[in-house]
Structure formats: C-alpha cells, structure tokens
C-alpha cells in the first residue's frame, strides 16, 4: 500500500476512529507512519516499533520514538502502565508466536487502556473459491501475504486476543465483496465469509 488509505470502511480510517483523539499510543508495526501521522494530526502522542529501518526513518518524523527492531526480540525501553492504547495493525499474522507478544506489551498498558487488533481473515469467500480449484498462492499482500506465518479465522482471531488475557469489547469487519451496495450488509451478516479483516478492540481482564 502506497499510503494511507482513506476509504472508511477500511482498516486505516477505522482504526484511528477507534484511538480517538490525545490518547498516548504505541503502534507495533508502524511501517512508514501512515496511521501515525494520523494519530498525531488527531493530538496522539505515538511510540512505534518497525523492523525495518528505512521505514522506521520515515515514520521517526510523526512519532515522539521509534524503536527498529523484531517485536518478538527486541526490549523496549518504555514505563510500564504508560499508554491508552496499543495498536496491532496487521502484525501480529507475520509473528511467530503473537499470544506471546500480546503478553509481553500487556504490562505497558494503563489499567484502563485498550489493544487494537486487525487480522486477516483465512475464511474469507474468495480464499475459499480459491482452495476450492485448489489454489493456495501467496501474494505480495492481502490475506495470502507470502510474509504472513499465521493465518486467522474469527474464531481463532479471539481466542487469541482472550488467551492472551484481554476481553474484547468492540469488534468490527472490514468487508469484501464485489459490490460496493452488498459488501458491508453481508460482512455484517455473515462476517465468517464476507470480512476481509477483523479489528477489535480489548482491555485488560
């Protein structure tokens, strides 16, 4: 993706909505700062964690520090209970072991504080057309990303979240579907099938 995607029903636009405004955020996977401009334009003081070092240059001029390393290695220098929100914007399907990151960031949330979490879904309708002429193809992004080692239903997307101590409050589906008038009222009613993405949104048990 080229930028920030404007699109309101889509990942971008419903994840800042869902920060909010003058919240202290810590956005794992920020890549170049895409949402981390946004967050700051909306007042929010944002902490990042990337691997990649060019990209982390990037987005250094929208965040107050980037840390650059493997989130699943690297010791973040941060005080514990120091943030409203921890946002996972398409990263933890790229880990190795993503219950385990969620427990070591848990500490850096406040008491009140909430994780944003958006996964892609395996079970989507055109993954399944696609196993179904027994085609199972990476690509260079999308839920068949050929960087992704995890794969997630919603099902396994929230057990996930809940194993790893949180109770989700909020979830919402990213749709997809051919037409544009379809797609939201049949992620909505069939979200298994028609969400491209789930995001939700939890706080601590």
């Not at 949330?109 to 193809?137: H, T, Y």
């Amino acid at each position: 993706m080229s930028g920030f995607d404007e699109n309101p029903v889509n990942a971008h636009q419903r994840m800042v909505r869902l920060i909010g405004r003058n919240k202290r955020v810590l956005e794992v996977g920020s890549g170049p700062g895409f949402v981390s401009k946004r967050l700051k334009q909306n007042g929010c003081d944002v902490f990042a964690v990337e691997i990649d070092p060019e990209k982390a240059k990037d987005a250094k001029k929208f965040c107050e520090k980037v840390f650059v390393g493997n989130i699943e290695e690297i010791k973040l220098a941060l005080s514990k209970q120091s943030f409203d929100v921890i946002l996972f914007g398409d990263v933890l399907e790229h880990l190795k072991n993503p219950e385990e990151t969620l427990l070591k960031l848990k500490d850096f949330l406040k008491k009140d504080g909430r994780i944003i979490v958006s996964l892609p879904n395996i079970a989507n309708w055109k993954i399944r057309l696609k196993l179904g002429f027994g085609k199972f193809d990476y690509e260079d992004w999308g839920i068949l990303d050929k960087t992704h080692l995890r794969f997630f239903t919603r099902k396994t997307a929230r057990k996930l979240i809940e194993d790893a101590g949180f109770e989700i409050e909020k979830e919402e589906h990213v749709p997809s579907f051919p037409s544009p008038f379809l797609k939201e009222p049949l992620s909505k009613l069939n979200p298994n099938m028609f969400a491209f993405q789930f995001l939700f949104v939890a706080k601590k048990k």
